[in-house]
């Protein structure tokens, strides 16, 4: 039975405004003074860990040569992969006024080069040994038609004894030494995934990300003594906010791995580090499960994945390797900083993307053709500035109001997630939940990999088209497993495109662009 869209929005739960009335860079000395400045609170693959007040005096003594290239408030592109470096980069901006916008060097040239031209970016931040080891001179050469690069290699080595005697000094008044920033300021800009299109400009302020970080605290009671594992990138929000800001602003210790790709790494990387907390996607995770051992993992209190949605065959295989370990399925968008719910350790319901953040309102709209959920419009504290348009102009969300273009249901301020708008496909006149023509093939598969995308077709309008890894896909098997699971006949794919991958982008959500040239090229 389907249960009807109920048209009042679901009202947020309360929270102290003043929390987030910050900078970001406020937010840290304030962390600093309530945990410690002693307190070890960052680290990564080298092994050299950092306390605040390393944080804070590396922050000035970078920021005040990169203030020396820049101007206040310039946008400042960084390309640089999770690490302790990306980290002081960006609160060697904030510390001096300077905007980050975070640059996807997995999105290929001609998405890096929009990414530049719609934020205004100028100047590039990077790494010679980054470039050198993610063998990414072409997009350096793509930029340097636009903007100048600069290296920190070369910054650090012009940093000299009366700069770090002046970074001494700024850490023993930093308030009076920082540049003051409104939280309604311009705190980064980051680009949506392109999952399905060319990304888009968000500009988020201080106050979105620091709410975002306190309603995540106020939904799940976090341990200070607890260590933060993050291998997501962070030009993606989830990675910024969850693995950056999150742990830091909140006394947990956030270790960073610069890829998520390297699977034998980070499950050593957890189990040296005591990790308490992983951040990951399901296809990552999915990874990482299969390379560990149980004992790589025992010193998890949990799992957090977004970005997509987990499949029964990781929840199975978590729970048969590493026994009562909970994966928190949440949900989330760049536009809004980027947590809108979560589940919770202590209640964590499997199939949903758990419930509500404080502070967050939502209301649901019908969407013709689907009968069960709505489309799902989400306000509050968190939620962006606005987009960029094509001339660099913000465009601020109708009345505050964001559209996620994802059809959900909701149980009070519990959310399972239907499909996104986008993601529904009119088969003879039916609409059609793509989402589930794929969990068909993953429950016929679960080995695999699956999307499943559409092609026009004169008879019906749509097709569907499944693109799989799984060797032994076969469409007449697929019929067969959809009748016995009841499953309507237009919701099977009738032609299957065998590939060797499927296609991923950074964040590690399937890239239906890519998915959609490899169905058209068949």
């Not at 003043?18 to 000395?29: E, K, Q, Y």
């Not at 300021?185 to 709410?211: E, K, M, Q, W």
Request: with cysteine; net charge neutral.
């Amino acid at each position: 039975m389907t249960k009807p869209v109920d048209p009042k929005p679901v009202l947020p739960k309360p929270l102290d405004p003043g929390a987030w009335r910050r900078s970001l860079f406020d937010a840290l000395l304030d962390a600093a003074r309530k945990h410690g400045p002693s307190k070890t609170i960052l680290e990564d693959q080298e092994r050299n860990p950092l306390t605040y007040t390393d944080l804070i005096r590396a922050s000035f003594a970078l920021g005040h040569k990169i203030a020396g290239l820049t101007r206040r408030g310039e946008v400042v592109g960084v390309m640089l992969p999770s690490s302790s470096a990306g980290v002081v980069t960006l609160f060697a901006l904030h510390a001096y006024g300077r905007t980050p916008a975070m640059l996807n060097f997995t999105s290929g040239i001609r998405n890096l080069r929009a990414a530049v031209r719609l934020a205004g970016v100028t100047r590039v931040l990077t790494s010679h040994r980054f470039i050198e080891q993610g063998k990414l001179h072409d997009l350096v050469d793509a930029l340097e038609e636009h903007c100048t690069i600069t290296y920190l290699e070369d910054v650090r080595a012009s940093i000299k004894t009366p700069d770090r005697l002046r970074a001494l000094l700024a850490s023993l008044s930093p308030r009076r030494s920082r540049v003051a920033q409104s939280p309604d300021d311009r705190a980064v800009i980051l680009f949506t995934s392109g999952s399905f299109g060319a990304p888009r400009g968000v500009v988020l302020s201080h106050a979105n990300i620091l709410s975002n970080v306190v309603q995540i605290a106020g939904h799940i009671d976090l341990d200070p003594d607890w260590v933060m594992f993050n291998p997501l990138p962070i030009f993606h929000c989830f990675g910024l906010t969850g693995g950056v800001m999150l742990p830091i602003l909140e006394g947990l210790k956030a270790f960073q791995y610069p890829s998520p790709l390297h699977t034998k790494v980070v499950v050593e990387l957890i189990r040296e580090a005591r990790a308490s907390v992983l951040l990951a996607t399901d296809t990552f995770l999915n990874q990482y499960a299969r390379a560990a051992e149980r004992a790589d993992f025992e010193s998890l209190e949990f799992i957090v994945c977004g970005a997509e949605r987990v499949r029964d065959e990781t929840h199975a295989m978590i729970a048969s390797r590493f026994g009562a370990l909970p994966v928190l399925e949440g949900y989330g968008a760049t536009e809004a900083s980027p947590v809108i719910a979560v589940n919770k350790p202590t209640d964590n319901r499997r199939g949903t993307v758990g419930g509500l953040l404080p502070a967050m309102e939502t209301r649901l709209e019908p969407v013709p053709g689907i009968p069960v959920g709505g489309r799902l419009f989400v306000k509050g504290p968190n939620i962006m500035m606005g987009y960029l348009d094509e001339h660099g102009v913000l465009e601020p969300p109708p009345g505050g109001w964001h559209d996620t273009g994802d059809v959900v249901e909701m149980d009070g301020d519990w959310l399972t997630i239907v499909g996104r708008v986008k993601r529904f496909a009119k088969v003879g006149g039916e609409m059609i939940s793509l989402n589930a023509a794929e969990d068909l093939a993953s429950g016929l598969w679960p080995g695999g990999r699956h999307a499943v995308v559409t092609l026009a077709d004169g008879r019906k309008g749509e097709r569907l088209v499944l693109v799989t890894d799984a060797r032994d896909a076969d469409v007449t098997a697929l019929i067969a497993h959809a009748q016995r699971e009841g499953a309507p006949e237009l919701a099977v794919p009738r032609r299957i495109v065998k590939a060797s991958e499927i296609p991923v982008l950074g964040s590690g959500k399937i890239d239906y662009v890519a998915v959609q040239r490899m169905a058209e090229a068949g």
